[in-house]
């Protein structure tokens, strides 16, 4: 990890950037990923916590390139863990890792991370009315679908906000 790859990543905003592309619809498998790392490390913070370490999570993981990501082996995650500007959730990290392969099995079913996603998308109503509810929504279907293909750390109601976070879904508050 470069030294100045940490400067650049200090001068960043990450919550202003997560909170400006946040509901904006992308089929972009990096940002796909970018949103699930989010979403990974994000229970137990804020949300502003979690997104302001985006600078750190590109850095960090590849540029957020699930393939790359995929391949790391025990060596750059132990790095990763030391790493003093990362989040050092040893469980969230590996998830991450976890969670790029799983990407990488999609195919060939799926040509690609996006298509998977996308493929949850309603084909009618896709606003969210009321507080998000990942029990009893379209996060839960997700979730459970994720987990079954080796997914891990993707709870439904986080799965739902990341499903409205990418765009699959609106959200309309009363």
Same mark, same amino acid.
Request: charged fraction near 25%; avoid cysteine.
């Given at each position: ?10 001068? =960043?905003?990450? %919550? %202003?950037?997560?909170? %400006?592309?946040?509901? &904006?619809? /992308?089929?972009?498998? +990096?940002?796909?990923?970018?949103? !699930?790392?989010? *979403?990974?490390? &994000? ?5 502003? *916590? ?5 600078? @750190?999570?590109? =850095? ?5 390139? #699930?393939?790359?990501? *995929? ?16 989040? +050092?959730?040893? =469980?969230?990290? =590996?998830?991450?890792? /976890? $969670?790029? +392969?799983?990407?990488? &099995?999609?195919? #060939?079913?799926?040509? $690609? ?10 084909? /009618?109503?896709?606003? @969210? ?8 929504? !379209?996060?839960? @279907? ?6 079954? +293909?080796?997914?891990?750390? @993707? ?13 699959? !879904? ?5």
């Amino acid at each position: 990890m470069k030294k100045e790859g940490r400067a650049m990543a200090e001068e =960043r905003n990450g %919550a %202003a950037e997560y909170h %400006a592309m946040f509901g &904006q619809p /992308t089929h972009d498998d +990096r940002r796909l990923f970018e949103f !699930l790392v989010v *979403a990974v490390f &994000q229970p137990g913070l804020s949300w502003k *916590a979690a997104a302001g370490k985006i600078p @750190v999570f590109e =850095r960090v993981f590849a540029g957020f390139d #699930p393939a790359v990501v *995929a391949g790391f082996d025990e060596e750059t995650i132990e790095e990763i863990e030391r790493d003093p500007e990362m989040i +050092r959730n040893p =469980r969230k990290i =590996r998830a991450i890792v /976890t $969670n790029a +392969r799983a990407i990488v &099995q999609l195919a #060939p079913e799926f040509k $690609n991370f996006a298509d998977y996603w996308w493929s949850f998308a309603p084909s /009618t109503d896709n606003i @969210v009315r009321g507080p998000v509810n990942g029990q009893a929504g !379209l996060g839960a @279907v997700v979730a459970k679908d994720m987990k079954k +293909r080796g997914f891990t750390f @993707v709870g439904p109601t986080t799965i739902e906000l990341m499903l409205v976070g990418t765009g699959v !879904l609106q959200h309309e508050r009363d």
